[in-house]
């Protein structure tokens, strides 16, 4: 298992890999691969090191890592989503985690904060309670001030300067999925019983144009992927909150089968990830090829 070193100080939020000069109208990130794990949030956990690490979309960042040589940027955030979820809205507050009554704009009554799986998570992935006792609600708040935030305004930035650049941006957000997922009606299987290897999703066709999607799901059947679209992941926030094809950003979130790339019990990764990363190659390219026409723009 890759260790996990623990920072006494506060890491950086995200890191940015920019191309030498950006060519592509596409922006890549990474919410949920982040492993710099704060020293205090450790020690708040009742949780082994490994436990929390199942909730990491480990090694998502280096599969999709020849994007800044392709000439897109790639975000990928550093801390993990076991401490802060930036695929949520902001305040998605779990009344559960905290000591303190909760401010009135926190909402505390979607899905996610239903599962366990709010902003501040109260679960890691397979269900197990994260925190010895509850947070005060300043400590949740700083996490956002201090993570949250600065992750939305790096992905904010890269998507308005690729769109002023370009006419246009397409955002892929970038995740895993467990093994033991179920995308399809035959117990996570599709076609010739063989594994789903990845779901596309677009919030069912809402937040991005129909040649973004095709084009991915495209050049993974030609590579004997099988992929399905919509479900069980349709997209999460950042899906639905930065895909907006009426104002010419088009955003895509692709989840990939853990099982193609890394050992889950040992998070470790396997030697088909290499594999994998050059498919994604592939991909990028495919993308970086679409054209505002492609994409249903109209010249002004």
């Known amino acids: 298992m890759d260790a996990i070193a623990p920072s006494a100080q506060a890491p950086k939020p995200h890191e940015i890999l920019q191309p030498e000069q950006q060519t592509l109208p ?18 708040s956990s009742c949780l ?17 890592g020849c994007a800044p040589e392709l000439g897109a ?11 802060v979820d930036p695929n949520r809205e902001p305040y ?4 559960a985690v905290f000591k303190d009554r909760l401010p009135p704009y926190a909402n505390t009554s979607s899905p996610r904060v239903a599962a366990g799986l709010g902003t501040i998570a109260r679960v890691v992935a397979s269900g197990a309670n994260i925190y010895r006792k509850k947070l005060s609600l300043e400590e949740g708040l700083e996490r956002i001030r201090a993570y949250y935030w600065p992750y939305h305004e790096a992905l904010r930035s890269l998507v308005e300067t690729t769109k002023e650049r370009f006419g246009y941006c397409i955002l892929v957000d970038c995740h895993s999925m467990p093994s033991n997922s179920r995308p399809s009606g035959l117990g996570g299987r599709g076609r010739g019983g063989k594994r789903t290897a990845f779901v596309l999703g677009d919030c069912h066709g809402t937040t991005c144009a129909p040649s973004v ?19 069980p992941y349709a997209g999460g926030f950042v899906t639905r909150h930065y895909g907006k094809p009426q104002a010419r950003v088009h955003c895509l979130q692709i989840e990939i089968n853990r099982h193609i790339y890394m050992d889950e019990s040992r998070i470790e990764r396997r030697p088909a990830l290499k594999t994998l990363a050059g ?22």
């Open 279 to 300: 498919d994604m190659r592939d991909v990028v390219a495919a993308l970086g090829a679409l054209t505002a026409t492609d994409l249903g723009i109209r010249k002004q």
């Open 26 to 43: 596409l922006v890549f990130a990474s919410p949920h691969s982040g492993s710099d794990y704060p020293q205090e949030f450790l020690a």
């Open 73 to 83: 940027p790639l975000l990928h955030a550093l801390f993990p989503r076991a401490f």
């Open 48 to 64: 082994d090191p490994m436990s929390l690490r199942r909730s990491e979309d480990c090694f998502v960042h280096e599969i999709f």
């Open 213 to 231: 999607i095709q084009t991915v799901e495209r050049v993974l059947a030609d590579k004997d992927y099988v992929v399905v679209r919509n479900t």
């Open 92 to 95: 998605e507050l779990d009344p």
